[in-house]
Nanobody
Framework: VQLQASGGGLVHSGGSLRLSCVVSGVNLNSDYHAIGWFRRAPGKERKGVACISSARANPFYVDSLKGRFAISRDNAKNTVYLQIDNLEPEDTALYYC?????????????WGQGTQVTVSS
């Protein structure tokens, strides 16, 4: 299983980004899985942001980030997205996607390399 995250960049406060995570080795259309987005801010621990799972009917979000973050998938492209709106400087972090072949959030078996998001005030 491999994950390739992309879509990060430097944006101003209030801007938006859509991060992509291309997944190989897991068929999102048919395999049991969980895919999650995480982030690690400078000097802080890595934390979960959002997760989709075969075991859940709806995506799961960290409470503090609900409303500005949206996780979605395109099964035909085997890709999971993280839409981030109204970006704040506090969102500056290295964003990772992760996968597992069990259904629960938070997956932590396979990791992508991360994509940097930097938000200027």
């Amino acid at each position: 299983v491999q994950l390739q995250a992309s879509g990060g960049g430097l944006v101003h406060s209030g801007g938006s980004l859509r991060l992509s995570c291309v997944v190989s080795g897991v068929n999102l259309n048919s395999d049991y899985h969980a895919i999650g987005w995480f982030r690690r801010a400078p000097g802080k621990e890595r934390k979960g942001v959002a997760c989709i799972s075969s075991a859940r009917a709806n995506p799961f979000y960290v409470d503090s980030l609900k409303g500005r973050f949206a996780i979605s998938r395109d099964n035909a492209k085997n890709t999971v997205y993280l839409q981030i709106d109204n970006l704040e400087p506090e969102d500056t972090a290295l964003y990772y996607c992760a996968a597992d072949l069990v259904g629960g959030c938070w997956p932590n078996k396979y990791w992508g390399q991360g994509t940097q998001v930097t938000v200027s005030s």
